[in-house]
């Protein structure tokens, strides 16, 4: 351990201490209704933010602890998404929390904090162990998270549900993760690959490993078939939670994914590798987007959303594996990262008109939304950019990231996963369509107008959200060059 | 340089932006600055630019738009000749007639939506004429389209001005179908939309492409050209589009948009060179339209919809110019068309101002010495309209006219064709200077006309027709773009002097853009002077006996023709001869029944399969809620099936 | 440092076989070992709940406070901290100051969730 190395992990321990320092600052006498933990919070993500931002920028990569931890570009740039993504659920759950009183806001703060160290721990960590330790230090956080409002049953059932499943999980992870050390003699994720290579072709053991590592990490992604507690946990959560938890352990969980393909195309091989994660991604994508047709709470259809967009992603890790080697390689990779920015902005941007219009009453039908396009046409506006943005529709960031997956797909000759990917996100048009109509076609129903809370720092979020969808869409090529992996 | 071109072309949507998002906060004086600040910015920029332009285009590059294997498509604008002419008149008469509308628009509650949608038109136009891409010069070409329908029907609870806006819209998606065939047989056989690019690889390849493909492509552009431009068959909207107000009937129907068909022809003008058939079909079917658009002039009753009439007509003339390989000419009929018909039409506004919104001419009438500086820039209008020296349509005129002349064979023919249109044009001018300025004072006494529909028809003023004042002159706002206008009118025509003036600023500068083209069809030809002293005396006797006649017959009132005629020729002509009908019954009716048909099949056969598809698509999705039923187990066996599943696919 | 110099990795599934086989042998014996050994005697008082030798009052099914769930976790955090403190302890010699200072802030980090435990009332018994 030196210095070097605490440096490079900064974006990890910040944090961390910041989580730390709330809590003990809950400990003083007279703090508890003062609410310096959120500032204290706020402060702790911004200047983990601002750390990772300054790290990308002067390039502040390397190996630290022994190589275990890999600092590189993609790493950082995951850890940009979530601590951007850490920083706008705080500030979303400032007006979310003070009008609920069964939720212990420092602890809140807290868990938001320490479960983005464990995913930019996960960001970078290039170890089998480091990145069970990522999973576990962002899931049981986020366990608590889902349930923090303990006296409403739907969201202690969600904590419950996502507890025992995400248990369930980290037991498939560990039984994978030691198949692979075994068969490889690593647990070094840069080795592993090599180390199955050196016993040869006929690996059954690396590759039964590989893919229950996989299954693991599919269920934190909300792949199917491992997507069922999704909708019920996204629903029961926190709205500010689920906004954390669609973006951030999407994007935390991917960079694993991201590292491993090298692993999963030696250990499975990479023609049969890139199959299955292409069938997995179609079936993602036409579960998300036909789940979501028929949802009538905003909340479950984004959750729906949310799988579907774990559907597009794999497409482009389908495309990674298949083009291992090869120019596409990079192409696919970049894609992916380029995805997870877009996704982080327009899934927060679209929580947080959640937030806005929730009023307090645990009811977010999507009817409440009618004569929203009247009443609040700025909010409309911003909610028609987030739904036409995870539709895909150009100008916007959500068509060029899919555009560079679906191509990468099309370049690395998985030509069927692009088309099908295609059709799912045109059944995905008619539900993300049907939100704009109710804004501003609907006649609200008396007495279920949706209230819209006045909220400076919610609207700095849909604001900042609105303006990366939308750059991100219009001058794309920046954002792809700075997304750009040298892989 | 660069840099230049960037404000040039993102200060109007920088503004559109800003008008938008403080709609309701913005002042209304806060608004017209930064309305007319967004076009004077470019204008300025343009000049400067004007004078740092060496001869060589430029290109400023803002991003790279769409990148991928097959099409990249920069966010480009470049910077030649030609569209340093157009910008330079977009922005300047732009802001002469931003200007003049924060006096005409002063009352109207929509003020700021006025603007906005004002600046959201220029910065389209400069999109389209500075684009580099034939992507970006179509996306300006949808966006002028856009605003067009939007301005049109800007006082969209008149159903008459929803309707006008809605038949530009469809008129033009017929135009659009042209150029999207033309951009994509341009792709196919270039791999490029660049438009430098594919002019310079066309021009190249002059000997080997396919001729047929060549006109193809022309042909194709040129049907976009005639939705634009308003051209036979599908001029019919513009005349219509005149229910918008009449700043914008001056900027966008008269002055620049109307224009963008010129420019596409000219800025392709190498595929126009290379197939002599669509040459022709340009020259016959501007002169045609020419012909055609002045003979409903002659009979027409709204001050307004004389002066569309004209626009189609002259449009006909520079498409006749083009048709012929006048290539400069034809350009040169654009500028000085753009300062005179800004002019007419403002001045027409300035006179429904005056008089609350009346636009039929029979009820006006003396009214030169209520609106004096109206009446002097109207008049330079005319004159200039009419194609009488000096005036700067004389010279623009002349030019295609003694192009043609001189010629042989068909575009001769076409040529006389354009001396009586040229006649014409000067009677049914001065018919209008002398109903509206001279005589009796025929207006105020009575209901007002059918041009009135209300609450307010054109001319956003306040105090509607209960008034009995005297006529006024306009505020400053209005009569300085005028008299800035009327200066031009009376000037443009330096630019591109005769032939044997030795001073054709204008075909110096443009020369580089039009050489490939003229490689194709050789050096155009070269008049002697008596040749063009000719034709200059022949249209200006022509010109100055149709603006006499008008004028006489007119002076002293309408006489016979404030009476709606019922047969014969004036009865064709002052019902457009029908044409509007003739569509109806020929075009709109037999769609009709073609939707209905297709609605039946849509019904049967299309219902029946979407509704299968949507019922498959929502069963499925109601499968999968069915799974999700809640229970924890359902889950986790799920979970297990599909790692077994994993498993068993793996091993 | 988890070695990329590890020795002979496993191929293929043979050494699994024994795994699984002894997973299974242990799982069976125990199961069967006390069913074929046992002595079995059924009487009414082999049916009641052990409650130290003392009589049960009432259904052992009740509801018991939450406090007791919240102390064991507590115990268990304490548990694995003294697990994870002697390895420490033994080689502290060779892992030098860092890794005093490590578990320094490590021990640090846990007495502070104990602070708050208690400061939330966690080990206060009376509500």
Redesign the interface.
Known sequence: MTPNDLALVGPILLPALAALLVILVDLLPGSQRSGGSFLLAVLGAAVSLGYTIHALMHDREGLAFFGTMKIDRMALLITLFVHASALMSLLLSKVYLDRRSDVEQPEYHAFVLTSAAGMAMLAGANDLVNVFLGIELLSIPLYLLVAMRKHQSRSVEAGFKYLLLGAFASAFMLFGAALLYGSSGSTMLTAIPTGIARIGNDTPLAAFGASMLLVGLLFKVAAVPFHMWTPDVYEGAPTPVTAFMATATKAATFAVLLRLAPTLGTALGEEQAANLLGGLAVLTMFVGNLGALQQLNLKRLLAYSSISHAGYLLVGLAALVRAHGSSVEAEAASSIVYYLGAYTAMSLGAFAVAVLIDGGKDREAISDLAGLGKRNPLLAAAMTVFALALAGVPPTAGFFAKYYVFLSAVDAGLIAVAVLGVLASVIGLYYYLRILLTMYVDEPKPGHEATVSRDAMVAAVSLTAVAFVLLLGIVPKGFVEAMALAH | MEGLIQTIVLAPFVSVALLFLLRRQLPKSAAAVIGCGAVLVPFLCTVAAFFQFDGTPVTATLTQWMTGSVLNVPLAFRLDQLSLTWTLVVTGIGFLIHVYSVGYMHEDPSFVRFFTYLNLFVGSMLCLVLGDSMVLLFLGWEGVGLCSYLLIGFWFDEEENAKAGQKAFVVNRIGDLGFLVAMVLVFKQFGTLNIADVNAMAAAQAATLDPTLVTSIALALFVGCCGKSAQLPLYTWLPDAMAGPTPVSALIHAATMVTAGIYLVARMSIFFAMSPTASTVVAVVGCATALFAATIGLRQRDIKKVLAYSTVSQLGYMFLALGIGAYTAGVFHVITHAFFKALLFLGAGSVIHALHHEQDAMRMGGLKKYLPITHKTFLIGSLALAGIAPFAGFFSKDKILGAALYSHGLPQLLGVFGLITALMTAFYTFRLYALVFHGEERFGHGAHGHADHGAHADAGHGHGAHDHAKPHESPLTMTFPLMVLAVLAVLGGALSLPHFAHFDMLGKFLEPIFAPAYAVLGAPHEHSVAQELGAMLVSLVLAVGGAWYGFSKFSEGPGKQAEHSTKGLPFLLENKWFVDEIYNVLVVGPMRALSHLAGFFDRLVVDGLVNGVAGMVRSAGGWIRMMQNGALHTYALLFILGAAYLAIVLL | ????T????????T??VPYVLVALTVFAVLMLVPKLLGKRSYSKDKFVAYECGVDPIGSARQRFSVHFYLVAVLFILFDIEAVFLFPWAISLQEIGS?GFI?ALLFVG?LA??L??AW?RGVLDWNN
């Open positions: 440092m988890l070695a990329e590890a020795t002979a990795p496993i191929t293929g599934f050494p699994l860092a490590s980090v502070l969730g602070a708050y400061r």
